[in-house]
């Protein structure tokens, strides 16, 4: 049982079995009050209105009076099979009247209850006793055999209706619950197998119909697809790093190795140890730039998220890069159409554009051109970096956003710059597109703008 | 100069000390948030030194914090491996004067150590700035050198500015990125350098004697005598 009590839908079906069987009751009784309480209170009207004018009858023309107006009364054909007279003198005896003589009085002038003999069969009946002024009793009822007879009906009516409401409900929980638990299973089942036996490729199996199951199913299938894409992607990434890692740290190694083998002099301790530190430098460089795509792809920094106008931060990045392209002959060139703002975070926003100058200055053959763009339209914000470059194959372009993937292994690096950039831009709910411009690669970036979001 | 190091890692804590030694400061060390505490409280302190995380679940912040609501104004560096963006926002507005993620080169911990000791004895209201026959007129934002006035765009002049006010120090170009475009990410190619031998095309090469040097394997001086 207490696993019964356990279970949400269970409970759920008796919750709503229980509210059916009130239901069911509190329509019974309003019905039962409806009916036979009218009749009864229409019962014990017509007797104490009846008593009523036998009284006056009797202050008027004493008991006689009242014994000719039951012999009237029982003769005139109205009511004849329920109504109870009875006028009995100060001795007991009866004067007029259909009943026998009451063993006791009883108490007086209410209605009550009582065993009568009425024509000689014994009955139940309703009746108000009352006493003359003269000491003769006068009696006058009503036969209760039939609307007993009704009560009893309705009663057994609304019990047998009580009953089978019941156990429909019983039944009902039980086939809810079932049905309930069957689709949960379902889903346990698909959850169980991911976890315990790491199936991260199952799936919940979605029935035919469009129900609020079927959905959540749909909704945690598609949960799980992205689970699986990401667990992969974290796979990759993992031996990627490794993979990545594995090859300084070796160079490292084989220098420091070197340097201490045999009779060799502190010079080159010295040339190993300074080179030992560069490339740890650059692994920890590495690192960090692991670190701002985790931190870009966490999407905490949505929470500082301010108004960034483009204009500015375009013109801050080049106030940094103009020595650098001056020097190399590069011409830098900005053109900001309006005030396009975007909701974004400075550093970030300006790590990603210092990432594109990097490599263009990086790639570009010289003298070259780097040109930035950017405009607003109606709820978008687009801006553009191209170079005059090289530019970047077709089939390479998806490939040269994912992590350490390097299109020339003539150039220092790792091969992570665009995937800061992609990681960036993507926390700025913008689209990264790369595309040619002939001859040079255009990066197009475009973000929803301030006023599309507010 | 009197200096409080808190950090935990003994290994580190011996080559914070070391080296701050060499360079003629004389350092405690705590190993604890307790100890170092105590001591943060009860002596005076040129520069404190903090590691925020610590033994025993205390938090460099929550000291920075008590010695903050106690009126201690003391400069204070925080050492960290959390070298997030966030975490470092986090840092400084928790009162602390820079933040230094962890691994560190150590040049660079001592030029921001001379940075933060330099600073308080740094006039901010200062009209005019000078070094040799350079002057530097911050309200017109303009650069002299020996009567001849010098072309600056307003971050050469920045970039000038700064490297005065630190002068006979100094400087490494994480230090210039951050003070001068605000920016504390890592270029990956050489802009702050290419931006140095721009203005010592500006201010030396007609000149003498060359007051802009490069330290090498550290970054920038600005003095009369290299």
Redesign the interface.
Known sequence: MDRFWKSAAFRLSLICGGLVVVSVILLSTAFYFGTVGVLMRGANDKIITAADRLAQSAKSGGAAQVATRIEQLLNDGVDSDTEIYLLADVEGKPVAGNIAMLDDAGSLDRVIDRNVVRNGRPSIGRMLLHRLPDGSLLVVGRDMSDLNEINALIWRAIGIGALLALVLSVVGTVFFRSRIERKIWAIRYAALDIEEAGNLKRRIPVSGESDEFARLSKDLNRMLDRIEHLMTGVRHVSNTIAHNLRTPLGRIRSHLEEALRGQTGDEKLVAAGRFAIIEIDDLITLLDKLLQIAEAELGTRRQIFEPIRLGDLVTNIFELYDAAAEATGVTLNKQIDGNPTIRGDKELLASALANLLDNALKYTGRPALIGVFATQQADRVTLLVHDDGPGIPAPERSNVLQRFYRLDHSQPGYGIGLSIVAAIIHLHEGTLQLEDATPGLIVRMVFPSVESIT | MYFLLIEDDSDTARYICNGLEENGHTVAWCSNGADGLTRATSEPWDLIILDRMLPQKADGLSIIKFLRNNGKMTPILILSAL????ERVHGLRGGGDDYL?K?F?FPELLARCDALLRRGGMRDDAQELSIADLKLDLRRRCAIRASQPIAL???EFRLLEYLVRHQGQVVTRTML?EAV?D?????????ID??I??LRNKIDKNFSPALLHTVRGVGYLIGIHG
Do not use: E, I, K
Not at chain 2, 83 to 86: E, F, H
């Open positions: 070298g997030s963006l966030d993620a691994p080169a765009q307003p971050r990125l475009w920016y504390h990410f890592d270029p990956q190619t050489n802009v290419v931006q031998s721009r």
